[in-house]
């Protein structure tokens, strides 16, 4: 089931709309981890058009993601909208989830005491609840799964979408990425060993309402769950999977802090241009399938293989055709 | 275009661990003697909070991995382990060294808190300033860290797709696996859920005062909440001719599922449990199964107020007073959120082979409308379906149908 890209929403340091899902997103604030100044790519979270949406009663006390999440699923459905909402899917991916309400009910559970954490703060913190937020703001009725992992969790949710498809469980499914940004995160990062390599941390939402494909550029075959535990076997796992790959279809350079290094040994052409520095996990992911599809549909190339480097346990891939 | 026939979908393996016992035989067991796993808890620190009681299950044994090796092992995966160590090894998947004779297996899990113990350590080091271990403890947190270990044991890896739609998740991994197996994307899952106790989840749902400050009394009218426990399930589910070709023992069919959700509130159901009903409904119509075939319903039956007057709404209007009955295993193994749906889609399949239906435990006064679904201790039947239904926090609802190999 090859899927094709009806329209996209996207909430980024660039800025908010579809054409800041591949625009350079800029670094916006420094953190500090052990006196090292880590930039990190931030949305501006006064933007009038992300604060409307706690307007909505059922938002008053959402998370920050869900403002970039639901902010990005209007988008892309305001990009057709003659859609069937009842009959739209949505599968979501996270490489971090609802991690700025989690560590602060924790540290009111560490700090205050058990009998005085906040219970408003709590259900906010399930990785579910973002989407449903989403769901029921904007009235999809379709499937709704929220999927984690590592960042190949972006790629198992393509494939989430072409598996409903291919089921006729709904017409339509939005894809969606969305990470948000914690200052504890840079200290998981360093202590992950991901800070090496110049990684830039950001967050956001990127959302693309898909569709079975009937003509035009599609994200066709997936080949994921590549598994590697360390970084000399995350270059064999890379090699594994690509070989399921023709060898003569360029890869797209969507490599990040340590990948760089083993993605150098891989010898395959590269098209397009250099990866962004800054790296939102599941949401770079999704920008790279953006890329790739502008690739292919402006004739640079009739194919375009689509690496996603879990960064920590898996690697997997795709291919985006014209 | 000539229409593909849908696959049928077997069951060749199964596993759990739980509060209640170290595997599917003896939680059978203990469920049917009517023992409850509440009691005081010892993994995760609760003073302070209103209730300090749970469903605790002792960490299995692992003879061929060193103590120290395990230490470093989250909670989450350690329950995870045996469990599908059990499923392949019943499924005819593994040699004589525990390891999976596929070298490709695809995955569908389910988890709400992945490996959270780790991530609160890392959390209350970092805030002590103590910097030693913390890789570990990162490592360890993510879902990816138990789905790794996973492969990393048994000798295999392969697609995961790790759904955390909460306490409907394990339902969602298990139809999910069977969608896969549809779609004809793939032919075999390993599919089951996880879930360990732990400090923030369980502390969450006492101060939202969900907690049973004793015992938990699913479908009671004095019901007065949930008791948090933990375990995990596997199953392997199979494209049927694929595991007939091979020799396998079918334990049942996976016949149908349906998944709706539910935007009335985000923790509560909507009171007439009309989007559960709509799960259960698309359930049967994709089993081609009519309700009064479905013998028994493993209810999602936290004991909560709100969760089990919506779910005895949408039972009646499903089921009617018939004869299909009705449990809440909740009463004894706890709330084990994202293996819930997955422990208890065992629990079902053991009822479709025994005939054996587990009892409601802790009923003094029986909500009228389900009042005589409810199964008494000693409950046989003659099953031909069975249905796992779960709910979960952001409206998530989940309905499995299984049939009799």
Known sequence: ???????????????????????????????????????????????????????????RRASPITYFMVEAVEQALQGAPHLDRGRTGVVASF??????????????????GRRFASPVLFPETVFNSPLSHVVATLGLGGPVYSQIGDKTCWASALRTAQCWLANGDCDHVIVLAAEEFDPHEVDALHSGGLLRGGLQPCEGAIA??????????????????????????GLEAAERCLAEFSPHTPLLDTTAAWTRTAAAKISRSIIGPKAMPTE??????????????????????????????????????????? | MSATPTPQIAITGLGCVTALGADATSTWEALHAGRSARGPLTAIGVDGCRVTEGAEASLPSWPSWPEKRLRRLSRSTRLALPAVRQALSEARLLDANDRCLLPRLEMSVSTTACGMEKGEEFLRALWS???????????????????GAIHDLFGFDGPVMTVANACAGGGNAIGHAADLIRSGMTDIVLA??????????????????????????????????????????FLVLENADRARARGANILGYLAGYGQTTDTHHLTQPA????????????????????????????????????????????????????????????????????AAGAIEAVLCLLALKSGQLPPQINLLDPEPLVAKALVGH???????????????????????????A
């Open chain 1, 1 to 59: 089931m090859n899927l094709s890209l009806l329209s996209a929403g996207g909430v980024t340091s660039a800025g908010l709309g579809p054409d800041a899902i591949t625009a350079p997103w800029p670094v916006t604030a420094t953190h500090s981890h052990g006196g090292v100044p880590v930039q990190a790519g931030l949305i501006e979270q006064k933007d009038p058009s992300l604060l409307r949406w706690q307007k909505e009663p059922r938002l």
């Open chain 1, 95 to 112: 490489f971090l989830g609802c991690l700025v309400y989690s560590i602060r009910f924790y540290r009111q559970i560490t700090e205050e």
């Open chain 1, 208 to 233: 693309l309402l898909l569709g079975p494909s009937a003509n035009g550029p599609a994200i066709g075959a997936i080949a994921d769950g590549y598994d590697f535990r360390t970084r000399q076997e």
């Open chain 1, 280 to 322: 939102g996990f599941t949401l770079s992911a999704a920008a790279d399938t953006m890329r790739a599809l502008d690739i292919v549909a402006s004739g640079q190339s009739p194919e375009v293989i689509v690496p996603v480097w879990g960064l920590t346990r898996q690697v997997a891939a795709y291919r985006v055709t014209a």
């Open chain 2, 129 to 147: 300033k103590t910097r030693t271990g913390q890789s570990a403890r990162v490592a360890q947190y993510q879902s990816q860290a138990q789905t």
């Open chain 2, 192 to 233: 089951g859920g996880y879930e360990a106790l732990s400090e923030l989840v369980f502390t969450g749902f006492d101060g939202l005062q969900s907690l049973a400050p004793e015992a938990c009394r699913p479908f009671d009218r004095g019901r007065r909440g949930l008791m948090l426990g933990e375990g995990a399930a």
């Open chain 2, 271 to 338: 009171p007439d449990g009309a989007p559960l009903e709509r799960a259960m409904r698309r359930a049967l119509e994709q089993g081609r199964i009519n309700a009064s075939d479905v013998g028994y319903v493993n209810a999602h039956g936290t004991g909560t107020p709100f969760n089990d007057g919506a779910e005895a709404q949408a039972f009646h209007r499903v089921f009617g007073a018939g004869q299909t009955k009705l449990s809440s295993t909740k009463a004894a193994l706890g709330h084990t959120l994202g």
């Open chain 2, 378 to 404: 000693g409950e046989k039947a003659d099953l031909s379906a069975a249905m796992s239904v779960n709910l979960g926090f952001g409206g998530s609802n989940a309905a499995v149908l299984f049939t009799r």
